[in-house]
């Protein structure tokens, strides 16, 4: 792997904020509507859906438990890592 | 079609007034945290690389601060204005478009992830490619290690995971049994 291959640092990083983004954006405007119509909010909506279907929440929330498992709970460095020009070890160059 | 949902507590009138000013501040909350990171992050320079020169990671602390946040977002649901919801079939409409979108751009992330782990050109002139969101989201928590020893990883785990609290494990009960 080569440095030019990791160089999407910031392309990625973007796209992965811009989705976090809409996302929020999103449900705060649905919830603004909602508010103003006394509507049930999207804490409302998504809660009574977690009422109904308990099974898929609580694998939804396992999901979200394993996902954040694997980003913090894994070493940063792997068993090999070609992080830096040069930094692989010479059997692997 | 219109019936009363949730609870037969009197409403809290200030709660009820500060719960309708938060909703109408947090899009633009959204938007002057959300922009400007996304500019910061294409802007940035020195961080092209996820070099990884110390060992952040694992860290147990942030996997049990995930887990406390969402017992928080569970719990915090007993503080409730009191407020009864009205559902119309418009509402269910709404909501049900609410929910069918959230669960489509949750795949969408997979989609990316999916593209990222298949290892996509970015673009057709360089050997650039997409990663796993996972390489993002690790490499994101490196810089903010450097950058603020943390805090905005801290924030961003708390508030996820007290939403999925909040959410996937509301605490109340279907008032008016299950509907459509």
Redesign the interface.
């Known amino acids: 792997m080569t440095p030019a291959i990791l160089d999407t640092y910031s392309v990625g990083m973007a796209s992965v904020i811009w989705a976090i983004t809409f996302i929020r954006l999103f449900v705060s405007l649905v919830d603004v509507v909602c508010d103003l119509r006394d509507w049930p909010t999207v804490s409302d909506q998504i809660g009574d859906w977690s009422l109904r279907n308990p099974w898929l929440a609580r694998v939804l929330v396992g999901l979200l438990f394993v996902l954040l498992a694997h980003f913090v709970l894994n070493p940063l460095h792997p068993a090999i890592c070609p992080c830096l020009p040069g930094s692989l070890p010479p059997d692997h160059q | 079609m219109t019936a009363p949902?949730?609870t037969a507590r009197p409403v809290n009138k200030t709660a009820r007034a500060a719960?309708?000013v938060f909703?109408?501040l947090?899009?633009f909350?959204?938007?002057a945290?959300?922009?400007p990171?996304?500019l910061l992050?294409?802007l940035?320079k020195g961080?092209?690389?996820?070099?990884?020169t110390a060992?952040?990671?694992?860290?147990?602390l942030?996997?049990v601060l995930?887990?406390a946040a969402?017992f928080a977002g569970h719990f915090v649901g007993i503080l409730g204005t009191g407020?009864v919801?009205?559902?119309?079939d418009?509402?269910k409409k709404?909501?049900r478009l609410?929910?069918v979108?959230?669960f489509l751009?949750t795949s969408?992330?997979l989609v990316?992830e999916a593209l990222?782990t298949a290892e996509i050109a970015?673009g057709t002139t360089?050997?650039?490619?997409?990663?796993p969101?996972?390489?993002?989201?690790?490499?994101?928590?490196?810089h903010d290690h450097d950058i603020s020893g943390g805090l905005f990883t801290i924030m961003l785990?708390t508030l996820?995971?007290y939403v999925?609290g909040?959410?996937?494990?509301?605490h109340?009960?279907?008032a008016d049994g299950?509907?459509s």
């Not at chain 2, 060992?55 to 147990?60: A, T, V």
């Not at chain 2, 919801?85 to 119309?88: E, L």
């Not at chain 2, 909040?166 to 509301?170: D, G, L, Q």
Request: hydrophobic share 45%; glycine share 6%.
């Open positions: 949902i949730k719960y309708r909703h109408l947090s899009p909350v959204v938007l945290v959300g922009i990171a996304v992050v294409l940035q961080h092209e690389f996820c070099t990884y060992e952040y990671l694992p860290d147990l942030l996997f995930g887990g969402f407020q919801n009205t559902i119309t418009a509402s709404f909501g609410a929910i979108t959230a751009v969408l992330i990316f990222g970015v360089t050997p650039s490619q997409l990663e969101i996972t390489y993002y989201v690790r490499c994101a928590i490196d785990i996820t995971f999925a909040n959410w996937f494990w509301p109340r009960t279907l299950p509907q």
